[in-house]
């Protein structure tokens, strides 16, 4: 079945540095890939999306690259603030309503 | 405004209780879902519908129980069945393919 597998934190960057989390993926069709983020004591928000190979979703200087060749869509920002600090998700949809989910990552930034 | 809510945001239950978890969508959504989410742990499908009068087991379906009788509600009970049911559930719905919006969770407790 379709299953996400994320880099496994917690990370911990200094202010301004660059952020990478892996994210890869199995899955039998062509799925729709996403990133949420979950803010302490919240529901998760969508963050970026894309539908289809070589798409770059991207979001409050977030990014990601939807790659078929290597089934991947990793995440990244050029210059993390501490206001970024939370989990992040790397979630699938193939073409029915089942949702796939990583198992999250922390991320910490310190001022 | 359109959304997805989840009340109450905190609950508590005795041992041996059954209690219910509302979710409720304004979004004409057809699928929703039911997570479960441990400390430092991803998120974990109870069961999810994609159509009214329907619904399907997720991965940790036991000691739960769900109803789909409106497009617009998809209520969780929590059954004594359940034991170990301290954690944080997430509501979430979607149409097909897109993404999914989450509420803002209920956090139960077993007192």
């Known amino acids: 079945g379709d299953s996400v597998t994320q880099m496994e934190g917690p990370v911990t960057l200094s202010e301004e540095a660059f952020l990478t989390i892996n994210c890869t993926y199995t899955a039998t069709g062509y799925p729709s890939l996403f990133w949420y983020v979950q803010y302490p004591g919240e529901g998760l928000q969508l963050l970026l999306k894309a539908t289809k190979a070589d798409d770059k979703g991207s979001n409050k200087g977030f990014e990601a690259t939807y790659r078929k060749e290597t089934t991947s869509f990793h995440l990244e920002k050029g210059s993390v603030q501490v206001s970024d600090s939370a989990v992040y998700f790397c979630a699938l949809s193939d073409w029915d309503y089942k949702l796939s989910f990583g198992a999250g990552t922390t991320v910490t930034v310190r001022a | ?111």
Not at chain 2, 4 to 11: A, D, F, N, R, V
Not at chain 2, 64 to 80: A, D, G, I, N, Q
Request: include cysteine.
């Open chain 2, 1 to 111: 405004d359109g959304g997805i809510t989840q009340s109450p945001k905190y609950l508590f239950r005795k041992e041996g209780q059954n209690v219910t978890l509302s979710c409720e969508q304004n979004l004409n959504h057809d699928a929703m879902y039911w997570y479960r989410q441990d400390p430092g742990q991803g998120l974990r499908l109870i069961y999810y519908s994609q159509i009214v009068n329907d619904f399907q087991k997720g991965d940790i379906a036991e000691g739960y129980s769900v109803s789909r009788e409106k497009k617009e509600s998809f209520p969780l009970t929590v059954t004594s069945a359940q034991k170990n049911p301290t954690a944080f559930y997430l509501c979430a719905s979607r149409p097909q393919g897109a993404e999914a919006f989450f509420g803002q969770g209920t956090r139960l407790t077993v007192v």
